[in-house]
């Protein structure tokens, strides 16, 4: 695992101690804060008009999330539909955008969680549906279960008439290189281009980002609707070429998705067997919720200590039901944005950002 430069994660910690929450101004507004991944995200290796292109993005996502609060939706309806932006967007590590496994394949995973109720949706190695976070709701209503996998999930999407497209709609050229060049440099077999793909660009792709930005990125969204509840939603590609059908934490209730009104809401992203040994989405709600402690500090208390004990990389956000928002990461980096009712939005990518 490559790690931060010496000295950047107790200056991201030092930066987290001081910007890492907002308060939504009086109970009854809403508000929202997402993410699009955290990894080894630097100004001096990113491309300019990428890092705009990613803001971009981000504060699209943001105003799809938004537009439904305002106008009194709920958190629910709210982190899908600003997830499903990020899922349409091949910057990120989702959707059109997400990685592929060693065999050439997209695998995603999502999960859904509201806390009002309790009630969970999850999904794993999703092949066909173009919406995974619409797919993890869809379990979460209309089945008994919380959690579904492989060709299950892809049956019950075809049943639940989710919108289902062919393995070519998520294909990138800069992923598809991105997966031949760590291949090479592990030694492992090229599989054959995807079938439906474009035809392969005679000129070398140029590294429009840092190599390793999204080798465990995922996006995710938390909010709060003026009713008081809270919601969490996370959907990935997983890891760059993984094998043996590997799942994350992002699908794990608990790990890299949590959300309950008695605490808090939670997305994480980072190298999810971490995240999954640390259960890192309710352990943060766990302070909250029994040592009252304020978000922020628990959600740093999770990160730059009990995730870096373990030399874990990686971030979350999260949101209480009384406004409270943060975002923690022991990383170079992390794609992110929030936004309270009545305030303006605020877009961050690095470390010494706020």
């Known amino acids: 695992m490559r790690r931060a430069k010496t000295g950047m994660v107790g200056a991201v910690m030092a930066l987290s101690a001081v910007t890492a929450a907002a308060q939504a101004k009086t109970q009854g507004h809403w508000a929202m804060v997402l993410h699009g991944g955290a990894g080894i995200i630097e100004r001096a290796s990113m491309n300019p008009q990428t890092e705009a292109d990613y803001r971009a993005a981000l504060k699209q ?5 938004t537009a439904v ?13 600003a997830i499903r932006v990020m899922e349409d967007n091949p910057l990120f590590n989702a959707g059109r955008g997400a990685v592929f496994t060693a065999d050439g394949k997209i695998q995603l995973d999502a999960a859904i969680m509201d806390g009002a109720t309790l009630r969970a949706g999850a999904v ?12 993890a709701r869809a379990v979460m209503e209309k089945t008994p279960f919380v959690f579904l996998a492989g060709a299950g999930a892809d049956e019950f999407s075809r049943q639940a008439g989710l919108e ?15 997966l031949v060049k ?4 592990e030694g492992l077999p090229i599989p054959p281009r995807p079938e439906g793909a474009p035809p392969e660009p005679k000129e070398p792709m140029a ?13 995710g969204v938390v ?3 003026r009713a008081g509840n809270i919601a969490a939603g996370t959907s990935t590609g997983g890891t760059q070429a993984k094998r043996w059908g590997r799942v994350g934490d992002s699908p794990v209730i608990g790990a890299g998705t949590y959300a309950s009104n008695q605490s808090c809401a939670v997305s994480a992203t980072g190298t999810g067997e971490y995240f999954i040994r640390l259960t890192v989405a309710r352990e943060v709600c766990a302070l909250v919720e029994y040592k009252n402690m304020p978000l922020r500090a628990a959600a740093d208390e999770v990160i730059h200590t009990e995730l870096a004990a373990l030399h874990g990389d990686g971030g979350l956000i999260a949101i209480t039901p009384d406004g409270q928002l943060a975002w923690s990461f022991n990383t170079p980096g992390m794609y992110r944005a929030r936004q309270v009712e009545g305030g303006t939005i605020e877009v961050g990518i690095y470390a010494d950002e706020p």
């Not at 958190?75 to 539909?81: I, N, P, R, Y």
């Not at 289902?164 to 991105?178: H, M, N």
């Not at 760590?182 to 440099?185: A, C, E, G, S």
């Open 207 to 219: 590294e429009i980002e840092p190599e390793e930005a999204h080798k465990f990125g995922t996006v």
């Open 124 to 135: 794993a190695d999703v092949t066909h549906t173009r919406y995974t976070i619409s797919l």
């Open 69 to 81: 609060l305002d106008r009194g939706g709920s958190s629910l309806d709210a982190v899908e539909a």
């Open 164 to 178: 289902q497209v062919d393995q070519s709609f998520f294909f990138t050229e800069r992923r598809w290189q991105s």
């Open 223 to 225: 909010a709060l609707d």
């Open 182 to 185: 760590q291949l090479k440099k």
């Open 61 to 65: 996502a943001l105003e799809a999330g």
